[in-house]
């Protein structure tokens, strides 16, 4: 290989075909996977009670009328503002869900041509200049920290509206969605290929999380106009580093690949942690 060339290399990685599949993650990353699973399944115990490994609650997101929930955390060991939304728990989650209707992303116009999953962008309007003004506070006290934006479900595409919307707000932000399901348009999934820099694991700032054959990521379908951003990381049963894989924007490998729809086993687990419902505050 010519110099110039293994600089190129080094500097960006390898770039990754859309249909490929790379098998294997660093331990490191797994670590981190488990950790932000474990999080945002936590988010189902009511107001966030069982906060893991002595991680902060800062502050509540929620909005009544719309039922949309999530926390602002803070970890001072990882030095990590993060915040975590909550997926679907009620009818009224459920009506969001469905409402496939494609929304015209004006909370956020530098997204040119981006249109977004209908039902969540009622739900992000209600709450994105909240979540702004509490992020910028942790971020004003706590400048170092790196900001972490999260969750399953339904809280997947919120984390990634809320990646999009604050791209150009916040540094250091790194984003990580459970069983995210469909969120925009092509456009809007090219928008968050670039900026977070997706087109390789070496520089990508989004982890797109899937589980084995979980129907969520199905829906809605493409044939209604929406499209997948990357990357993908695919993982299947028992978790480990050799069993999760990476795989390319919205490919028919991987989760892809099976003929699922909707809230199915799969999607309840990330990583060996599962949704907790109900469980008690002590
Ligand atoms: C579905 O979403 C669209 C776009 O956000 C909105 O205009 C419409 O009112 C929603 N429909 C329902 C039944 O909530
Ligand atoms: C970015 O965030 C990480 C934690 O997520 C932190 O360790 C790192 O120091 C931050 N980098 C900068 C330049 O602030
Ligand atoms: C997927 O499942 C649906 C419903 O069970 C069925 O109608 C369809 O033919 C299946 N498609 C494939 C490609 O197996």
Request: charged share 15%; glycine share 8%.
């Amino acid at each position: 290989m010519k110099p110039f060339l293994a600089v190129l290399v080094l500097a960006f990685g390898v770039v990754l075909p859309a249909n490929a599949q790379n098998q294997g993650v660093t331990t490191t990353l797994l670590d981190q996977l488990i950790r932000v699973a474990t999080i945002c399944m936590s988010t189902y115990a009511g107001g966030f009670c069982l906060a893991p490994n002595g991680i902060r609650k800062v502050a509540d997101i929620t909005n009544t009328a719309t039922d949309v929930h999530g926390w602002i955390l803070r970890d001072d060991n990882e030095k990590e503002i993060i915040v975590v939304f909550r997926g679907t728990l009620s009818l009224e989650n459920y009506n969001s869900d469905t409402n496939y209707t494609l929304a015209n992303f004006d909370t956020y116009p530098d997204c040119t041509g981006c249109q977004v999953h209908g039902g969540y962008y009622l739900l992000w309007s209600s709450i994105y200049e909240n979540v702004q003004s509490l992020i910028q506070d942790q971020v004003s006290s706590y400048p170092d920290y790196g900001l972490v934006i999260a969750g399953h479900s339904l809280g997947g595409s919120l984390a990634a509206l809320a990646a999009a919307q604050f791209s150009s707000t916040f540094d250091n932000i790194t984003v990580y969605t459970m069983g995210e399901p469909r969120t925009g348009n092509p456009a809007f999934a090219a928008f968050i290929n670039n900026v977070y820099k997706t087109s390789s694991p070496s520089t990508t700032r989004f982890y797109r999380c899937t589980h084995t054959d979980d129907g969520v990521p199905h829906v809605p379908p493409q044939s209604d106009g929406y499209l997948h951003h990357g990357l993908e990381y695919y993982t299947v049963d028992p978790t480990d580093t050799g069993t999760t894989y990476i795989c390319g924007d919205d490919t028919t490998e991987c989760n892809g690949k099976y003929n699922t729809s909707g809230i199915n086993v799969a999607h309840l687990t990330y990583f060996g942690r599962t949704v907790i419902i109900g469980a008690k505050c002590v």
